[in-house]
């Protein structure tokens, strides 16, 4: 996550000030002083903000809800703070917690600071591009490794047990996005109750319960490109619950290589990339390694066209109402119907 020193204390949703009083309390007398505290925006994401902080010889990420139109249940830090900090002693790698914050009177919103993973981000085209065919390889099969190894930990030897209600999770996860889509469509998208009402109709048979990441693609991973065997750190878990860990493999289809051909300003698409293994050869590697059947998988990719289309739906609704931070906005409305169509030709599969 190495990005260029801040400049400025001028940044939306952060106030330095405040913010230095509490880090200072949290984290102990040892903290630089309060004026010496920098905090910038960082690129990628377009739902929580992050934010990185230089402060004298320490070097923190923040992570906040982003600012209005906040959906019911959607950016909860202090979720996120929690499975990151029961994942701290598991084989799935994330960042070192350093504090989190429950009062709304420091930065208007709950948040949390953690360490500050260093290497490479692979978010755009042009970064996949910059790998030869082995490390792309190694990486890859890495970052799928992770992703079955994250499904076989034990919710409750994690302290996660009460973390979600695993039983019924698919047929929650329909009718809470839909809920989702209610309270934050600005427009009518054709086929998005027909995609809805398909997806609740033919819920499959759950194999397994256990921890889900719920927006697992390779940009939210942190990785050394001299030792890509596995990332450095897994990042972005406010969607992450007990549940099905086939919606996680659903996800990761999609942005590895479903959503190929739709214009995004999101992230760029590995399956495209000829030096990375295709979609096939890492679903076969992930079924290895979970031990998970994926006879129903057309569903699963149904299921993540619609959840990334509300989600999506619910940034341009925010967007139409000035309340984004960062670039990429514009073009967010566009990719919706899209997801929508290719969500129902994955569900009449």
Not at 178 to 206: I, M, Y
Not at 232 to 255: I, R
Request: charged share 20%; proline share 8%.
């Amino acid at each position: 996550m190495t990005q260029p020193a801040p400049t400025s204390q001028a940044t939306p949703g952060v106030d330095c000030e405040r913010l230095a009083q509490f880090l200072t309390r949290a984290a102990g007398p040892w903290t630089p002083p309060p004026e010496a505290m920098h905090v910038s925006l960082l690129s990628g994401g377009r739902s929580n903000l992050t934010y990185r902080i230089d402060w004298g010889p320490l070097r923190w990420v923040l992570r906040r809800p982003p600012l209005g139109h906040v959906l019911q249940t959607a950016h909860d830090m202090l979720r996120e703070a929690r499975v990151l900090t029961a994942l701290g002693p598991t084989d799935v790698p994330v960042p070192l917690m350093i504090a989190v914050c429950d009062d709304a009177d420091v930065l208007g919103a709950p948040f949390y600071v953690m360490e500050l993973v260093d290497g490479l981000v692979l978010r755009t085209e042009d970064d996949l591009a910059t790998l030869n065919g082995p490390t792309a390889r190694t990486l890859a099969h890495g970052f799928v490794d992770t992703l079955a190894d994250l499904h076989k930990v034990s919710p409750a030897e994690v302290d996660l047990a009460s973390f979600g209600r695993p039983q019924g999770y698919l047929e929650r996860q329909v009718s809470r996005w839909k809920r989702q889509l209610e309270a934050s469509a600005c427009r009518t998208v054709a086929g998005f109750g027909e995609l809805a009402d398909g997806l609740a109709r033919h819920l499959p048979t759950t194999q397994r319960h256990s921890l889900v990441h719920g927006d697992y693609r390779l940009d939210n991973a942190i990785f050394d490109p001299d030792h890509p065997e596995r990332p450095n750190a897994v990042l972005d878990w406010e969607m992450a619950t007990l549940g099905d860990p086939l919606a996680d493999l659903g996800l990761f289809h999609l942005y590895w290589i479903g959503w190929a051909g739709i214009d995004n300003p999101i992230a760029g698409t590995p399956g495209l990339h000829p030096a990375f293994p295709s979609w096939e050869e890492l679903a076969d590697r992930y079924a290895q390694r979970s031990g998970l059947r994926l006879d129903d998988l057309d569903w699963y990719m149904a299921f993540a066209h619609y959840k990334l289309a509300v989600i999506l739906e619910g940034i341009h609704f925010r967007h139409q109402q000035g309340l984004t931070v960062g670039e990429g906005f514009e073009a967010i409305g566009a990719m919706v119907p899209q997801l929508v169509e290719r969500g129902l030709t994955h569900l009449h599969s």
